[in-house]
């Protein structure tokens, strides 16, 4: 499949290419912003990995993760998408933006754009978040795109929520 380019009222979520596997090793050696994720660190082999994850994702499901744009300066500024997880046989809209990037409401305008399109486009049925209790900005983005929460759950060692939205829910 092609994979689509959405636009949002200040970002473009693009296709991602091996290229852009610097930028995003940049971003993600910011502190802290891996603090809510199980114990990782993404060396640039490691960010190549999650690319060339993402784009065999995207043909095999006909949805994934997209690289995160602003329209204002075009420089990649994160990650944002829908994703396939095999432990919950559930999708997930999952979300990461450089402190530079922060505080503008860009996540919340992504994770919106990708239920969207998980709906609208991909078919699905339902689409959860999975949230640390103490992310507060992520559960914010997660209710402002309609997401509810359902339940608590220990996944990958670490306790988490789980929030839901079903396609006749969605209102935004
Ligand atoms: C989660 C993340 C993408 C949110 O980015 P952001 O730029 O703050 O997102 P938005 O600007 O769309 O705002 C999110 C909401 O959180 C609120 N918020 C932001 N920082 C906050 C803080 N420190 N405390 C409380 N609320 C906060 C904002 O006010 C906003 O809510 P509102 O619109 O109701 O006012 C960003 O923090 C991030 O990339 N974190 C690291 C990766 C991560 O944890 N991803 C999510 C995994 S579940």
Redesign the pocket.
Known sequence: MTIPTLGTSHLILRPWTLEDADSLFLILQEP??????PPTAFTLEKTQRYIEHQLKHWQERGYGHWAVVTQAGGHVV?WNGLEYLPELDEVEV??????R?????????A?CAAVRFGFEKAGLKKII????PE???????L??CGLVFIDRLTLWGLKIRRYQIESRRQDK
């Open positions: 802290d912003i891996l603090k809510y994720y994160g999952a979300y990461l933006l450089s402190q990037v922060r505080g503008h409401g860009f996540a919340t305008q994770a978040g999975l949230v640390h992310n507060i900005p992520s559960i914010h983005v209710e402002k």
